[in-house]
């Protein structure tokens, strides 16, 4: 083959990729505005559901990963999440950028309530990044072409238990009590609302990580693992019925120790 030919095929195999994302982003379109009126109706029946939200966190492994064990208690405060993507009102928005809703309960004298909604976009430009961590020239290509994962900071109120490591209120950065509160409050999950996504290495860690579980897991998977630590209440309350129901047993080794005892009084 010639090289002009090589080129053209070239062409058209480019051609025909873009034609594959182009039909890929309206089905996923479509199947976000199929499902955002039922999960509106699913947001409504979790209202009725005590604790469903801590159950659900609390059944998730991988949510564990992102937050410290200290963070816990408030993520137990959680009363509902919410995933809204823009594209289902205006499909000409990126089916990737998407806004989570927060509503924490508040804690008497430490933690107020409050809705926190954070919004994510999708940027191209890497001249942004303020700081690049360790990407490659490669990565940064491809972030280029393909986008990134971005977000506006936006406003939380911080546990006043969380007071000394809240990284808006540590002044002294420069002794290691002081870098050690910091860089410990910036694992927070708190710390989470603040994440850019342009400041690699120097954000809450992998904050891209954690909004893709809340949109592609936790969010539209609620129920299955709501479910799921049900069933598992229920094994473990049938094990422990079935435990109780069984006659005491000794040991045998302790009728052998009794019925020597007996031999040698005799």
């Excluded at 594209?87 to 509503?103: L, V, W």
């Excluded at 870098?179 to 603040?194: D, E, H, P, Q, V």
Aim: proline share 3%; net charge negative.
């Amino acid at each position: 083959m010639d090289e002009a030919n090589l080129t053209k095929s070239l062409e058209a195999l480019a051609g025909v990729e873009d034609d594959v994302e182009a039909v890929e982003r309206e089905v996923e379109i479509l199947r976000l505005s199929k499902l955002s009126p039922i999960y509106a109706t699913r947001n409504k029946a979790i209202v009725g559901i005590p604790e469903f939200w801590k159950v659900v966190l609390s059944q998730h492994s991988d949510f564990a990963n992102y937050v410290r064990a200290a963070d816990l208690k408030y993520v137990d405060c959680i009363n509902s999440i919410s995933v809204k993507w823009p594209c289902t009102d205006d499909t000409t928005a990126d089916n990737r950028e998407f806004s989570i809703t927060i509503d924490f309960e508040g804690i008497e004298g430490d933690f107020d309530s409050q809705v926190v909604t954070k919004v994510f976009k999708i940027e191209h430009d890497v001249s942004k990044l303020r700081y690049k961590g360790k990407a490659t020239e490669e990565e940064l290509l491809r972030d280029e072409e393909l986008g990134f994962l971005t977000s506006t900071p936006c406003e939380i109120k911080w546990p006043k238990s969380f007071n000394h490591i809240n990284p808006g209120l540590v002044v002294d950065k420069s002794t290691v009590e002081g870098k050690k509160n910091y860089r410990t409050g910036m694992k927070s999950l708190f710390a989470w609302f603040k994440w850019t996504g342009l400041k690699l290495g120097k954000e809450f860690p992998n904050g891209d990580g954690l909004a893709a579980l809340f949109r592609d897991d936790i969010f539209p998977n609620c129920t299955k693992y709501y479910t799921e630590a049900q069933i598992d209440l229920e094994d473990e309350n049938i094990e422990e019925e079935d435990m109780s129901d069984e006659p005491l047993q000794l040991d045998s080794d302790f009728d052998d120790y009794e019925r020597d005892s007996k031999r040698h009084k005799a």
